[in-house]
């Protein structure tokens, strides 16, 4: 069968934040861009973001500024973040808020009429841009119209809306194509149609998101497979970081059939408390060592914070997700739950019933509709849900170009920014970083370019052959392999770890890369979604595999990585990243130590030495 | 807790289909998009849907449930007796692809149609400073998850095919009452509301409304205050010509 041909200067895969801003920069810069997405144009994961945007603009308290924003990002992440990353993402996440206004975006306001900034974990000031709980809707949304108004630009110059950006919408990815070393293109499929398509182009751009569909209880939709994870280290570039997963603390937990679904951080920024079956606000029972001087020790200084920041430390429920997830799951662990497993949060008794509904509206809704909860007059039941990998693929922070030369990659599928655990509303802001530097990245790659990169046809007939072949066989259902992963993953390599359990991870890891070669799609090439998942699957195996390695590796415990068997965090790790690679075929996944550059100076004098030495060996402090 | 539910649901692809039957478990606390999954798990694996979020955010699982326009994701089963036989069915007023997906094209040709905002020349990002109250209205409709079940409902379309071209449907007529209402929106889209998007031929039954899952009013809020600014311009010449010489407040 004939394969659609498609010439593109930059091919950008995903359409959430990072990919739409990316695309929106590629064509700024004059370049011909698609945009490829696996759903819809609009209904990409960054949908679902609730909290808001972290951006140090200041305009709730004149105190903030990049630097301190900086010092969260890294204190978050337990140092091991790509500094020169935060330093970028901290520098310019204002321009990046202040120009999606001046695309159209509306959000809450201060009374001054600024943008209005909340309370989120781990920041030191009010930060977030937000719209109630929906914020990621109002980006998306931003964006999506952003790209339209370029769209319609281009109809006035040119006469046709398409001429310089246009979306593929519900059509996925399977191979990326090179010639030698450097990228010459991408494949894949049209999810309506089942036609192969092949996008003959010198950058490729991913962003792609994350992978919490590898397990059972997660808060990402069914895009999460890892394609972007998986595509870059198919096609030889490497991910580091990998076994960072943030386990979001709260997560709805009844019923079952909605249990992960996301409860956003902004109700306990906004004043909701955590308790346990005695009623106890147990957080301030967790509050490590390393955060002890920040967050407050008694409950009245806790509920002073709200109202008096300057002369009071933050409520513990506000510490890094990392912490809170953890001590949710060691007080279920220790019977101190709630009835369905979970702890309770409460803000229906913080707050009043108005105040609430304005300030958590969907929040309100998801649990009226989903759970019979009110949650004006009655406490959520949450426990924690695979939310985010701070993993993903590793970058040059300036360009975001990965090792392939015309490589790029932005938002969760790159890796780096967050180091070990990322602070909440700092996703929003990465994207949007990140999305515009990879743009840039991508166009300037391409202008340097003597001439394009060819497609061969050895490479299309392979990724044609890779991509048919589940339709040829009547094998095992893919729906079943899928399940045991996630099962596998969620109860071997989830929230705290051990090599034991992990080993044997891996172990049915490489039993299901067996199975996923004989599984088989039912049904014909029209919107398929057997044949999709069959596909899907690849992916989410070369990207758990690379978890479940890089996690039995690190002997220590930071940020998204416990190890019950290594509790502690050590120095000396924090100097080392774990880096994947795999072989074409993606038969093997290796994993190998890389030393992490040293700070610069300047960013390094930002800290108290004090600090410093909780994270760093004596070595980098003299 | 658990029992089985009957359930008729639309199979078929190239304008061609029929209801199949199905008998499926049902578990306490699902929602029919969890049905739905279980029939692709379970007894059919090329049943087509779209989803994401399954979460009520993202408005792709828009479908009919027993001839009602819902999201998949929040129709919940304890809604329904266990004896109920529930059909499911694609939307009706777009073409289907196959099974529960239609082509929903129409919507994004729509959007891309409505000029987009337009602020004033002068202002730079950074510099608006706009009050609570004046976005508050723009943002209750800036709620909207396009899950184009709105203009999946109204009668201007549902069963008239010729009225596609001159008729925009609620989503898009309400995007223009957004940016009409957005306090640095500097367009004039009182004429072309009409002229290009076919408010007239909305008479205000509420349809819409009664279907968005966001509780949007979209009738109240947008499309009867749109219809007003219009007759406003057409019969007082005056304030066209106000809203030439004064530029709306910017603070």
């Known amino acids: ?622 | 807790m658990s029992y089985k539910a009957k359930f008729k649901v639309w199979r078929g692809e190239g304008g061609e289909g029929k209801l199949e039957d199905f008998t499926v478990e049902v578990n306490e606390g699902e929602v029919v998009l969890d049905i739905i999954h279980r029939l692709q798990a379970t007894q059919a694996p090329d049943l087509a849907v779209r989803w994401n979020c399954k979460a009520g955010k993202c408005g792709s699982c828009s479908m009919e449930i027993n001839g009602k326009p819902r999201l998949g994701c929040m129709t919940r089963m304890s809604t329904f007796t266990e004896d109920e036989t529930i059909t499911v069915t694609p939307m009706r007023t777009f073409p289907v692809i196959k099974d529960l997906v239609c082509d929903v094209s129409f919507n994004y040709q729509k959007a891309r149609e409505v000029p987009s905002f337009t602020p004033p020349a002068d202002v730079r990002p950074g510099e608006y400073r706009m009050k609570q109250i004046d976005v508050e209205r723009s943002q209750e409709f800036r709620k909207c998850i396009e899950c184009f079940m709105c203009n999946n409902v109204c009668h201007v379309i549902r069963d008239h095919e010729e009225n596609k071209p001159a008729f925009s449907g609620p989503r898009f007529l309400m995007r223009i009452a957004e940016l009409d209402m957005h306090p640095y929106d500097v367009a004039d889209r009182k004429e072309s509301a009409q002229k290009d998007h076919g408010l007239g031929y909305c008479n205000i039954t509420k349809c819409c409304t009664e279907v968005c899952p966001e509780h949007i009013k979209i009738t109240d809020n947008a499309l009867i205050p749109m219809k007003e600014r219009v007759v406003d311009r057409k019969y007082d010449p005056l304030v066209w010509l106000g809203s030439k010489i004064f530029r709306r407040p910017s603070s």
């Open chain 1, 1 to 622: 069968m004939e394969i659609e041909r498609h010439e593109y200067d930059v091919v950008v895969i995903g359409a959430g934040g990072a990919g739409l801003r990316a695309a929106i920069e590629a064509r700024q810069q004059g370049k011909r861009t698609a945009i490829v997405c696996k759903s819809l144009f609009g209904k990409a994961h960054t949908v679902m973001a609730e909290g808001g945007a972290a951006a140090a603009m200041g305009n709730v308290n004149s105190d903030d500024n990049w630097m301190v924003h900086f010092r969260d990002t890294m204190r978050g992440g337990k140092f091991l973040n790509n500094w020169r990353m935060a330093e970028l993402h901290a520098k310019e996440a204002p321009d990046r808020v202040w120009e999606l206004e001046a695309w159209g975006a509306l959000f809450d306001r201060t009374k001054d009429g600024k943008i209005s900034q909340r309370n989120f974990g781990g920041h030191e000031y009010p930060r977030l841009a937000h719209v109630g709980d929906r914020t990621g809707l109002e980006l998306i949304r931003t964006l999506q119209q952003r790209v339209v108004a370029l769209q319609q630009e281009d109809y006035e110059t040119h006469g046709d809306y398409e001429a310089y950006i246009k979306v593929f919408a519900e059509c996925t990815v399977t191979r990326l194509l090179k010639d030698g070393d450097a990228i010459s293109g991408a494949f894949g499929y049209w999810r309506e149609t089942g036609n192969l398509v092949l996008f003959d182009a010198p950058a490729v751009v991913l962003a792609t998101g994350g992978i919490g569909k590898s397990y059972v209880v997660t808060s990402n939709s069914w895009e999460y497979t890892g394609d972007g994870h998986a595509l870059a280290l198919l096609a030889g570039a490497k991910l580091i970081n990998m076994e960072f997963i943030q386990f979001h603390p709260t997560g709805m937990v009844w019923p079952p059939s909605v249990r992960g679904i996301l409860v956003t951080e902004s109700v306990r920024g906004d004043g909701g408390v955590l308790r346990n079956s005695l009623g106890e606000r147990f957080m301030f029972n967790y509050i490590p060592e390393v955060f002890k001087d920040k967050y407050a020790t008694t409950e009245e200084e806790g509920d002073r914070w709200y109202t008096d920041q300057a002369n009071n430390r933050r409520p513990p429920e506000l510490l890094p997700r990392d912490e809170v997830a953890r001590a949710i799951n060691s007080e279920v662990k220790a019977g101190r739950g709630s009835p369905q497993g979970g702890v309770f949060l409460d803000v229906s008794t913080r707050l009043p019933a108005a105040e609430i509904i304005k300030r958590l509206p969907s929040m309100h809704h998801q649990f009226k509709e989903l759970a019979d909860v009110d949650i004006t007059t009655e406490p959520m039941q949450v426990g924690p849900t695979c939310h985010y990998i701070m993993g993903g693929v590793e970058v040059d922070a300036d360009t975001g170009a990965a090792a392939v030369p015309g490589l790029f990659a932005a938002g969760e599928v790159s890796g780096g920014m967050h180091g070990s655990n990322r602070l909440g509303g700092n996703s929003l802001s990465d994207l949007l970083v990140f999305g515009r530097r990879a743009g840039a990245g991508a166009s300037a790659y391409v202008d340097s370019l003597p001439s394009r990169p060819a497609v061969s046809q050895e490479s299309v007939d392979s990724a044609r052959a890779e991509a048919l072949a589940p339709l040829e066989r009547s094998g095992e259902n893919p729906y079943e392999v899928h399940a045991e992963l996630q099962r596998t993953m969620n109860d071997l390599v989830g929230i705290i770890r051990k090599a034991s359990e992990i080993s044997e991870a891996l172990e049915v890891v490489e039993k299901l890369k067996e199975r996923v070669h004989l599984v088989g799609a039912a049904g014909g090439r029209i919107y398929n979604p057997g044949w999709h998942l069959a596909l899907d699957l690849r992916n989410m195996l070369l990207v758990s595999e690379c978890v479940a390695k890089a996690a039995l590796l690190r002997e220590e415990s930071r940020g998204g990585h416990t190890r019950d068997d290594f509790p502690g965090m050590n120095p000396e790790w924090r100097r080392k990243l774990l880096v994947c690679s795999a072989t074409e075929d993606g038969s093997a996944v290796t994993v190998e130590e890389k030393i992490q550059p040293g700070m610069r100076e300047d960013l390094l004098a930002l800290f108290e030495v004090s600090e410093l030495k909780k994270y760093l060996t004596d070595e980098e402090l003299s």
